[in-house]
């Protein structure tokens, strides 16, 4: 069984039947697969943001003897949990409404794009491909072949306007995709924050569940939705103390002390999620996208670069 008091990485047994492909690092683009063994196949809860790391999963998979994936359920729309979906051979790809269409708006966008922002890493076979399967409302129903029964609940807008809870409850485990970031910053630009901590604080935290997969960082318990519920409170106090002030997202970033958070990866996405919170503020709506995606981009840099420094 799987011991949450450290950060285990590969291919990792969850539970008996219930798997995870846990990345080392978690950072930009480097989210986690789930695995769930169905008896006469797989289902993938997400795919990765290239073929070459998608690949490198199937290959674990089979070194496994699990079954071949014959479905993946898309947690959300980014590119880091859906450009690998082509990969895995003839699976039919399930997701919420909301989510297809924000997939469908983003068809014409080249992933490797963002090699101008992450020069390190490898968009090779990054593309969008659109969910073969929509589910629409709050809940969805999978009965697997092996009596495993598993909902998918929408929980959005709150990481995502689309957001969807992969839940086996019998069973005692979640697959979250980004609802839940754990020892890696959340963040929060294409979200609303409000409706993240809710979601976090009167859904995940109610339900009776042992074992919640994130969607970046290591497998953890109830314990880890308080760390980002935490978090995410920082962020929204940091925000209003700004705003206040008529600081820029980025110099109130800077006056901000993460304590504790200061070591989780990616620590620069204070940020981008000051930006998202000083939106709410001004009144923007729940779904309602940012606009200049690039200068925060550059904001995130100038904090990174200065946090560096000291």
Same mark, same amino acid.
């Given at each position: 069984?799987?011991?949450?008091n ?6 990792i ?11 080392p ?7 986690n &697969? ?6 006469d ?6 795919t990765q943001?290239?073929?070459?790391? %998608?690949?490198?999963i ?8 699990? /079954?071949?994936?014959?479905l ?8 880091d ?15 919420h409404?909301v989510?297809s269409r924000?997939i ?19 968009? &090779?076979?990054?593309?969008?491909t659109? /969910?073969?399967?929509v ?17 998918m609940?929408? %929980?959005?807008?709150a ?6 809870l992969v839940l ?10 980004d ?8 963040? #929060? ?5 409000k ?18 997969? /994130?969607?970046?960082g290591?497998?953890?318990?109830k ?6 519920l935490e978090?995410?409170?920082?962020v929204?106090? #940091? ?8 600081? &820029?997202?980025l110099?109130? #970033? ?5 304590g ?6 990616d ?18 709506m729940?779904a309602?996208p ?8 550059l904001? %995130?840099l ?5 946090r560096?420094q000291?």
């Amino acid at each position: 069984m799987i011991n949450m008091n450290k950060w285990e990485s590969g291919l990792i047994q969850v539970k008996p039947g219930f798997y995870a492909y846990i990345d080392p690092d978690g950072g930009w683009f480097k989210s986690n &697969t789930g695995i769930i063994d169905a008896g006469d196949y797989t289902v993938l809860v997400d795919t990765q943001y290239n073929a070459p790391r %998608m690949k490198k999963i199937l290959e674990a998979m089979k070194e496994r003897n699990l /079954p071949e994936p014959r479905l993946i359920i898309n947690t959300h729309h980014h590119g880091d949990h859906v450009w690998a979906n082509h990969v895995v051979g003839n699976a039919l790809v399930i997701s919420h409404l909301v989510t297809s269409r924000l997939i469908e708006q983003n068809m014409d966008i080249d992933p490797s794009m963002f090699k101008a922002f992450f020069p390190e890493l490898d968009f &090779t076979g990054s593309k969008h491909t659109l /969910p073969n399967v929509v589910y629409e409302g709050g809940i969805g129903l999978l009965n697997l072949p092996n009596g495993v029964k598993v909902k998918m609940v929408y %929980m959005g807008p709150a990481h995502t306007p689309g957001d969807t809870l992969v839940l086996a409850e019998e069973e005692g485990i979640a697959y979250t995709g980004d609802l839940v970031f754990y020892k890696v910053t959340p963040f #929060a630009l294409d979200g609303y924050l409000k409706g993240w901590i809710d979601a976090v604080e009167k859904s995940l935290m109610e339900i009776n569940i042992d074992y919640f997969v /994130p969607g970046h960082g290591p497998v953890t318990g109830k314990r880890g939705l308080e760390d980002m519920l935490e978090y995410l409170e920082l962020v929204i106090q #940091a925000a209003g103390e700004g705003y206040k002030k008529k600081l &820029t997202p980025l110099q109130a #970033a800077l006056e901000t002390d993460l304590g504790r958070f200061d070591e989780w990866v990616d620590r620069e996405r204070i940020v981008g999620n000051i930006y998202r919170a000083y939106m709410e503020i001004e009144g923007a709506m729940p779904a309602e996208p940012v606009k200049n995606i690039a200068s925060i981009a550059l904001d %995130m840099l100038s904090y990174k670069n200065r946090r560096n420094q000291e």
